[in-house]
């Protein structure tokens, strides 16, 4: 149980867990950002490229910093559940965050391919 944790492990896992916070709320203010220039009617800019690749950023360090408390997060979303102490159980925040800033990333490449086809349409009218 919990007092079975070291108090290092504890300390560890609570930065972690607030650590892993901060970066889901940078994603947010980004995000919101991010729609406003939208709505602005300017989606093909590059301060939307640079807004994804810090999405994608905050997105794998999140998934890095909840690797310390991946273990007592599984165990309390699949309470009673077997097997959760199965280390692809406990990897599997990490996994998806991770696969989370790729398929940013990758939205950010296309993006950013976007903005430049737009600038040469532009130069050439």
């Given amino acids: 149980g919990l007092l079975d944790v070291p108090l290092p492990m504890l300390v560890l896992q609570e ?37 994804l690749g810090r999405i994608a950023l905050a997105f794998f360090l999140a998934g890095g910093l909840i690797l310390p408390t991946a273990a007592r997060l599984m165990s309390w979303l699949l309470l009673g559940m077997r097997g959760v ?28 391919r976007a903005v430049e086809m737009q600038t040469e349409q532009d130069l050439t009218v």
């Fill in 15 to 51: 930065v972690a867990a607030a650590s892993v916070g901060a970066c889901l709320l940078w994603v947010l203010a980004e995000f919101v950002f991010m729609c406003g220039r939208v709505r602005k009617e300017t989606a093909f800019t590059a301060a939307n490229v640079r807004a």
């Fill in 85 to 112: 102490d199965s280390p692809v159980w406990q990897l599997l925040p990490t996994f998806m965050a991770w696969v989370a800033a790729l398929m940013i990333r990758a939205i950010q490449v296309l993006l950013r």
